[in-house]
């Protein structure tokens, strides 16, 4: 019985053998090593791990420590038991020679052979179970008696002495196998319920992988694609500073020539006067009135009178320089080059939108470049026009949007509350209905009270945006139907995008008020 005991102690709990290589969790509780390394390969598939004792879960994978005093004890306990394997049990009654056991008696705590089980049949009719060593959970922990009942009330498993005279006395009970029974048929069906939701969340998952992997692929490409577009832009930069740089080079080459050849003649110049002047000196130094006044080859002449000096003095004009403007319109065309071959290869369109004064509610002022929308006290005056809003300080653009891809930006003052939009050209121009945002015909986004909302059709949404950036940027895909707002800070934040069937063609439309303004930036 103690030996018995013993090697319950000393079986690994996952492959019910004693310790092979011995480790411990941190938990404390000991495995073969091979065993844990098995199960823990098998929980890293399923992204977590937990003791197979106790559950204790590990946020990473844990370290095994090697228990040395428990392999101590393994070897210690194998050679007091000649002849016995590890992973076999044998007859209790065969000691001089070992003989597997083919079945355990509960109430003896036995293990038999054939031959030792057909005698032991013909004299009690016990609980006999497959070969094992441990007896733990299958007797009474109070009685020590064998567990032949369940009691559904306490739902235990108890022995006769637990149903007749112990806490479970007067309860309904029922056998271990008709109980065991009624409980595989309950989790059969659980088991049928659970597996169409696990065929959900398994089309879940594999839906999810699906555009998982649509969206890398689609990154990858786009990738490729841009990073092409940046050597596209690269060379053109190059061959645009190279145009730039060869008009400088151009320029310097002409207007250096030119003095080069200014040096030149008045390096002969100078020469010329240097020996006149050496003549002259010589002379001045002669004694003789005859021989001075006689000399046929001096001129005299007043102060700077002499013409080979020149007439400008060795100057260069002012207009002898590089011409900056040509050199900057220069860089300017190959930018705008560059720009417009970008945009075209991504289908944006730019567009220079001015707008409709004729439409200006009479607290709209209109800068006279028809691109800024200023909230004023001062009423403009200005003539009847059908289009004009009467009821709020809005104003829209003067053509409209009703096919491609554009993109524009505005800025805004940091005063007050303004609304930046589309519209069709028939929205009402007065009353309640003709605010922008609260129709079916226009789309905008608000910046009021230190934060953003969106508007369609009187529905509003806030999306809980602070603005930190006065700049926005608005994308238009007509034949798409999206409309997207966003912040042009760094980075770009997108804030929201409205999509819809449209059907006319789309006008900016801007609205301010306490002394917002609002500039279109093409």
Same mark, same amino acid.
């Given at each position: ?33 091979? /065993? ?17 004792? /106790? ?53 003896? =705590? ?32 109070? *009685? ?5 009942? $369940? ?11 637990? &149903? ?82 060869? =008009?400088?080079?151009?320029? =310097? =080459? %002409? ?9 030149? %003649? ?12 050496? *003549? ?127 993109? &524009? ?8 509350? /303004? ?36 508007? *369609? ?28 707002? $966003?912040?042009? /800070? ?16 789309? *006008? ?15």
């Amino acid at each position: 019985m103690a030996s018995a005991e013993l090697r319950d102690e000393l079986n690994c709990s996952i492959c019910l053998s004693l310790y092979t290589d011995p480790v411990s969790l941190r938990c404390g509780h000991n495995f073969c090593r091979s /065993c844990i390394v098995s199960v823990l390969d098998a929980q890293e598939a399923a992204g977590g791990y937990s003791c197979p004792d /106790c559950r204790a879960e590990y946020l990473e994978r844990p370290a095994l420590e090697k228990s040395r005093k428990l392999r101590n004890i393994v070897e210690r306990f194998s050679s007091t038991q000649p002849g016995m394997e590890e992973t076999r049990i044998f007859c209790t009654y065969c000691t001089k020679s070992p003989v597997l056991a083919v079945r355990t008696c509960l109430q003896c =705590e036995t293990s038999m052979c054939e031959e030792h089980l057909t005698a032991h049949n013909k004299s009690v009719n016990h609980n006999l179970i497959e070969p094992t060593v441990s007896f733990k959970g299958q007797k009474c922990s109070t *009685h020590k008696e064998v567990l032949k009942y $369940y009691c559904p009330v306490d739902a235990a498993c108890i022995c006769v002495s637990c &149903w007749v005279a112990g806490e479970h006395r007067g309860h309904y009970v029922e056998l271990l196998d008709e109980a065991s029974e009624k409980k595989k048929e309950k989790l059969k069906e659980y088991l049928n319920d659970l597996n169409p939701q696990k065929t959900v969340i398994q089309t879940r998952v594999q839906n999810l992988q699906d555009r998982k992997r649509k969206i890398q692929e689609k990154a990858s490409d786009k990738t490729k694609n841009i990073s092409k577009r940046f050597m596209d832009i690269k060379e053109q930069l190059e061959m645009a500073e190279k145009k730039v740089l060869s =008009e400088v080079s151009r320029q =310097e =080459e %002409k207007i250096v020539s030119k003095i080069s050849d200014l040096i030149k %003649k008045l390096e002969i110049q100078e020469d010329e006067l240097s020996r006149k002047m050496c *003549h002259v000196e010589e002379m001045c130094r002669v004694t003789d009135p005859i021989r001075l006044l006689e000399e046929s080859d001096i001129t005299v002449c007043s102060h700077g009178g002499d013409k080979d000096t020149g007439g400008d003095g060795g100057e260069v004009s002012s207009e002898e320089d590089l011409d900056e403007v040509l050199i900057s319109l220069t860089l300017l065309r190959s930018m705008r080059d560059i720009v417009t071959n970008v945009t075209s290869e991504l289908g944006v369109h730019v567009p220079d939108i001015l707008l409709d004064v004729d439409t200006a509610h009479r607290r709209v002022k209109v800068s006279e470049d028809l691109k800024t929308a200023t909230d004023s006290d001062n009423k403009q005056v200005r003539p009847e026009s059908p289009g004009r809003f009467v009821t709020y300080s809005q104003v829209l653009s003067r053509c409209g949007l009703s096919s491609g891809r554009h993109y &524009w930006e505005v800025e805004r003052n940091q005063i007050g509350d /303004c609304s930046i939009g589309l519209s069709y050209p028939t929205i009402e121009k007065e009353g309640d209905k003709s605010a922008i945002g609260c129709n079916d015909k226009s789309w905008c986004l608000c910046r009021y009270d230190e934060e953003y909302n969106v508007w *369609h059709n009187s529905d509003v949404l806030s999306l809980s945006v602070e603005p930190t950036c006065p700049t926005l940027g608005i994308f238009l895909d007509y034949e798409a139907g999206r409309l997207s707002f $966003y912040e042009l /800070c760094d980075p770009i934040r997108h804030l929201h995008t409205f999509t819809a069937s449209f059907t006319e063609p789309l *006008h900016v439309i801007i609205y301010v008020d306490y002394g917002a303004s609002v500039t279109i930036r093409s």
